[in-house]
T-cell receptor, first 112, second 116 residues
Framework: DQQVKQNSPSLSVQEGRISILNCDYT??????FLWYKKYPAEGPTFLIS?????DKNEDGRFTVFLNKSAKHLSLHIVPSQPGDSAVYFC???????????FGAGTRLFVKA | DTEVTQTPKHLVMGMTNKKSLKCEQH?????MYWYKQKAKKPPELMFV???????INESVPSRFSPECPNSSLLNLHLHALQPEDSALYLC???????????????FGPGTRLTVL
């Protein structure tokens, strides 16, 4: 049973446009959500996170939106750059716990 | 220093071999993790150490044996592995403690393991 789902295996976007990556979760106990970026032959790198007490968190070109009622979050990248081409993992955890559950990932291609 | 290092980068071993994977961090993090990642799949949690004590074992077969000699080091001892154990093994650390702390995990580059 996938508790964190990223239903789009891949996404292709033109440089300068917005990239929107989506993530859904099923476990109501999750209250902290993270996005990681992964390049080939490297470990995942933390990108941005959001607590369930917020509905938006912004860091430069990256914004994460959380819709708790829909159990949905999204990562917006504006403007997209070729260097953003990577696999993006959505992840979720519960307060006080060590477990982080990862989604299957979305491969983003940003075309120059 | 926000780096997690892992050695070796690549490892090829036979099913009767004994080998170890090593992980090191100097960020003062008290939680350390082992993940297994198969191609085109998400990282799957194997073990969590908190303050050098095993906190979580996700029903991992005994042919994988973790060890945390001190707060900076994490080992994964491998013995009698199967070909299906071939994967990328990722180590991570975080500030998370049993009562709180950031859940942001810092990952190493991984060890690409091939079992013949």
């Amino acid at each position: 049973d996938q508790q964190v789902k990223q239903n789009s295996p891949s996404l292709s976007v033109q440089e300068g446009r917005i990239s929107i990556l989506n993530c859904d979760y099923t476990n109501s106990m999750f209250d902290y959500f993270l996005w990681y970026k992964k390049y080939p032959a490297e470990g995942p790198t933390f990108l941005i996170s959001i607590s369930s007490i917020k509905d938006k968190n912004e860091d430069g070109r990256f914004t994460v939106f959380l819709n708790k009622s829909a159990k949905h979050l999204s990562l917006h990248i504006v403007p997209s750059q070729p260097g953003d081409s990577a696999v993006y993992f959505c992840a979720a955890s519960a307060t006080g716990g060590f477990k982080t559950i990862f989604g299957a990932g979305t491969r983003l291609f940003v075309k120059a | 220093d926000t780096e997690v290092t892992q050695t070796p980068k690549h490892l090829v071993m036979g099913m009767t071999n004994k080998k170890s994977l090593k992980c090191e961090q100097h960020m003062g993090h008290r939680a350390m993790y082992w993940y297994k990642q198969k191609a085109k799949k998400p990282p799957e949690l194997m073990f969590v150490y908190s303050y050098e004590k095993l906190s979580i074992n996700e029903s991992v077969p005994s042919r994988f044996s973790p060890e945390c000699p001190n707060s900076s080091l994490l080992n994964l001892h491998l013995h009698a592995l199967q070909p299906e154990d071939s994967a990328l093994y990722l180590c991570a650390s975080s500030q998370r403690t049993g009562t709180g702390g950031s859940n942001e995990q810092f990952f190493g580059p991984g060890t690409r393991l091939t079992v013949l």
